[in-house]
């Protein structure tokens, strides 16, 4: 019999696509219910729904799951804009919360969360690459000397995803102020969705926070972004807290650029050596005499083929012309997450340590404004 009953907070067109079903396989576990919050869109409310059918669980509102005994755990996958609110209010019904990443779309409301989960007392861990085998070898890669001291970090977090080629000739971005939506049908704030990925990295490599942060924005693939007035490519140069340098690349840059899911790597520059570590690296190359893998049709609701659930209906082609040695299924990041819960202890990603991620991304967007280095 399974230990905990997790409720999913979202629907389709979330990461909850893929976080639930990794809950619902953990044999400690047992999915118990989707809910929300009430007076959602037709829209929201209707992909929540299409989730709890797939999964043969009923679709509850939020508070009713909240207030179930059998209920332990809450994957929180609610919009970016009401992250803040959803998660103090699991919070505070003392369940034990997996968050989505990015924490919040604002300082504020990730201040809030992390509030919340610490004066409940709750476990509280937010998705990203630590847990990967490619990442845990950068860690060891400092914490053994063997490139000597680390003097700098390159972090590169592309994904090879959408049909590139097709953003307005001509275009030049001028970044400005966040308006405090993050939450499109057709694509999603690179920097903010895809810079969390080496922020969360960086710091958790060093053990130290950002000082300084100077960023540029960019529209240079994809129409679907120029026309929402969002970037689809984000640079950040940091300094941390002892002076080291490093820097980060996130965006999209199109299903063919690609030969598995994207650019996935991190380089440590050293007193002593330079290392890099790759999701995709060390693998095979393939020859042989099956089609290439071509981008797949564009489906109107999903144009940056971002969720399963919709690339079901396109049928995209495999990519199967690398095939790494080593892949991390994301489903790690979760077992590490249950493990916590089970043994009390702290997970390596906490909301607490998302907050200064939001902080980092915030100033990302200041600095891209502005033109010039933001101080934290």
């Known amino acids: ?82 992250r803040g609110r959803v998660a103090s209010s699991c919070a505070a019904a003392g369940k034990h919360l997996y968050l989505d990443k990015p924490l919040a779309g604002s300082v504020e409301d990730a201040e809030t969360i992390a509030g919340a989960v610490e004066a409940a007392g709750v476990v509280n861990q937010m998705f990203t690459h630590v847990t990967t085998g490619w990442a845990g070898a950068a860690k060891q890669a400092i914490e053994s000397g063997e490139i000597g001291e680390l003097r700098a970090v390159h972090c590169d977090m592309l994904m090879a995803k959408g049909r590139p080629g097709t953003v307005p000739p001509g275009t030049v971005r001028q970044e400005r102020p966040s308006d405090g939506r993050f939450t499109f049908v ?28 100077y960023g540029v924005t960019g529209n240079y693939f994809f129409k679907e972004h120029e026309s929402l007035g969002i970037e689809d490519f984000g640079l950040l140069v940091l300094t941390m807290e002892d002076g080291l340098v490093a820097s980060i690349t996130a965006g999209r840059i199109g299903a063919t650029s690609h030969p598995r899911g994207g650019q996935q790597r991190v380089t440590l520059i050293g007193s002593s050596g330079i290392a890099t570590f790759s999701e995709g690296e060390p693998h095979i190359e393939v020859f042989n005499g099956d089609p290439p893998f071509v981008a ?50 702290v997970p390596e990603v906490t909301a607490r340590d998302a907050v200064h991620h939001i902080e980092v991304i915030m100033a990302g967007y200041k600095s891209a404004a502005s033109g010039e280095a933001v101080e934290l």
């Open 186 to 213: 057709e694509a999603k704030r690179e920097l903010f969705d895809m810079g969390v990925y080496p922020i969360s990295l960086l710091t958790w490599l060093t053990g130290q926070r950002v000082k300084t942060v």
């Open 1 to 82: 019999m399974a230990t905990y009953g997790v409720v999913a907070v979202g629907g389709n067109r979330t990461h909850l696509e893929s976080y639930a079903r990794a809950f619902a396989i953990d044999p400690r576990c047992e999915l118990i219910a989707v809910a929300d919050e009430p007076g959602l869109s037709e829209y929201r409310e209707g992909l929540n729904r299409l989730l709890a059918s797939e999964l043969g669980v009923p679709y509850l509102p939020l508070e009713q799951a909240l207030a179930r005994d059998d209920v332990h755990i809450v994957c929180m996958c609610a919009d970016v804009e009401r």
């Open 296 to 345: 797949p049709t564009v489906h109107p609701f999903d144009p940056m083929s971002m969720w399963a659930s919709t690339s079901r209906d396109v049928q995209p082609g495999p990519k199967d012309r690398w095939l790494p040695f080593d892949v991390t299924e994301q489903r790690a990041d979760i077992e590490a997450f249950v493990d916590c819960v089970e043994t009390g202890s």
